[in-house]
């Protein structure tokens, strides 16, 4: 299996911040890899597709990088409707599997 | 507009048994794999099980093999996942997801499993 490791775990962050969350893969996923964003009590949104493409909709300050073994999704500038947590998720071979989570805190 | 519903969560008592079902709609369902994913309260995300558009490949979460099963009617435009043998464990959200990464997902559905 597949094991995604994602740091920090958690962040505390200013509005107007730039913000970087990473997501190691335990072996060459190429670019099988998607960002989601989810608020307490609602459904995960996806961010992120294919590891740098960007989600139709999602706003341009949201940005995605990274292949094979090591991926990042950086927030430009953080607002206010930014704080959630952050998942990564690998699909390239089934079990699929999700990072542990960014949790990202008003500071 | 895609729309994902999912119900048929609840309480149910250890070793028994829950059928969820996912209503979806503004696409067309038949041409796209399905996925369930679940989150333990105040825990992270976990993939449980894919099923492909014709239902011709599927797989499982090791942690659910065996008692959970995943089926899909293209004709009424559903999803479901048949949970057997229930832990405690299992407690959780429950998501309806369109495709194998994701794009769209419903609102969950709770499952509480305990005596």
């Known amino acids: 299996d597949i094991q995604m490791t994602q740091s920090p775990s958690s962040l505390s962050a200013s509005v107007g911040d730039r913000v970087t969350i990473t997501c190691r893969a335990s072996?060459?996923?190429?670019?099988?890899l998607g960002w989601y964003q989810q608020k307490p009590g609602k459904a995960p949104k996806r961010l992120i597709y294919?590891?740098?493409n960007l989600q139709s909709g999602v706003p341009s300050r949201f940005s995605g990088s990274g292949s094979g073994t090591e991926f990042t999704l950086t927030i430009s500038s953080l607002q206010p409707e930014d704080f959630a947590t952050y998942y990564c998720?690998?699909?390239?071979?089934?079990?699929?599997?999700f990072g542990g989570g960014t949790k990202v805190e008003i500071k | 507009e895609v729309q994902l519903v999912e119900s048929g969560g609840g309480l149910v008592m250890p070793g028994g048994s829950l059928r969820l079902s996912c209503a979806a709609s503004?696409?067309?369902?038949?041409?796209?794999?399905m996925s369930w994913v679940r989150q333990a309260p105040g825990k992270g995300l976990e993939w449980v099980s894919s099923?492909?558009?014709?239902?011709?490949?599927?797989y499982y979460a090791d942690s659910v093999k065996g008692r959970l099963t995943i089926s899909r009617d293209n004709a009424k435009n559903s999803l479901y996942l048949q949970m057997n043998s229930l832990r405690a464990e299992d407690t959780a959200v429950y998501y309806c997801?369109?495709?194998?990464?994701?794009?769209?997902w419903g609102q969950g559905t709770l499952v509480t499993v305990s005596s």
């Open positions: 997801a369109r495709g194998d990464w994701p794009d769209y």
């Open positions: 503004g696409f067309t369902f038949g041409s796209y794999s």
């Open positions: 099923i492909s558009s014709t239902s011709s490949y599927i």
């Open positions: 072996q060459g996923i190429r670019n099988d």
């Open positions: 294919a590891a740098s």
């Open positions: 998720l690998q699909h390239n071979s089934f079990p699929l599997t």
